[in-house]
């Protein structure tokens, strides 16, 4: 009997061990706030039985991130709208998010038109890119694998955001290189797989700035008037 109460013992204690472990355990936070990293961000999503993937540049420093994208043909609906884009300069185009306490300041810049549009707006619950909550969420380590082409360990984030079904991250050398979230949308379920090609740590601090040259616009709207204004003279 004395060693059943051992083993329920010390069953009761790993469990703990396990649900008390987050991101926080795993990965070096400091690499994220004083350092930096960079990648190519290549997403992976199957929705609604369309395949798409995303690539890009990507940095992130401290409450900070950008994200460089060229919108593709399988982005949009029909390779008109896709010729569109590229004679009114938006089909490139750089999002640097800037976290805040309580909102999320968003800057859209195209860089063909040399123009940018500032949004900022409050933060919804469980909806923050903020570094101090990611860090904090709860983990529980399922094992090592295999995940493109490198040995990682693979842990499930417990309490995830609602709608999502599983969400798995995948750490190597401290760091996060990838992830993978099943979700729910319109009754449907949807699967998005990300991972960083080329990690490397180090971000300079003016790789957020916006150019001055740049002008800002009100919405996209207002900078589509003006482009096609001055194509017209």
Known sequence: MKKLGLI?????VMVSVSFALTIND??????????????????KIDSQGKNLTIEGKYYMKDNKTRADMTVTADMVKNQAQLQQLK????????????????????YTLFPKNKAYIKRSR?????????????????????????????????????????????????????LIVGSEVTYTDKSKTNKMEIYYKDLKKGVKDNVFNIPKNYK?????????????QKGRK
Do not use: H, W
């Open 122 to 174: 409050a933060k919804k619950e469980n909806k923050s890119y903020n570094l101090d909550e990611m860090m904090n969420k709860k983990i529980e380590k399922i094992g090592s694998e295999k995940f493109n082409n490198m040995n990682v360990v693979k842990y499930k984030v417990l309490e995830p955001e609602k709608n999502v079904k599983n969400n798995f991250i995948f750490v190597k050398d401290n």
């Open 8 to 12: 329920l013992t010390v069953l009761f």
């Open 216 to 228: 800002k616009y009100s919405s996209p709207q207002a900078m589509m008037q003006d482009v096609m």
């Open 26 to 43: 795993v990965v070096n936070k400091d690499v994220y706030t004083a350092d930096g990293v960079q990648a190519t961000l290549v997403r």
């Open 87 to 106: 004679m009114i300069g938006m089909d490139e185009r750089i999002n640097i998010s800037v976290d805040k306490d309580k909102s999320m300041t968003q």
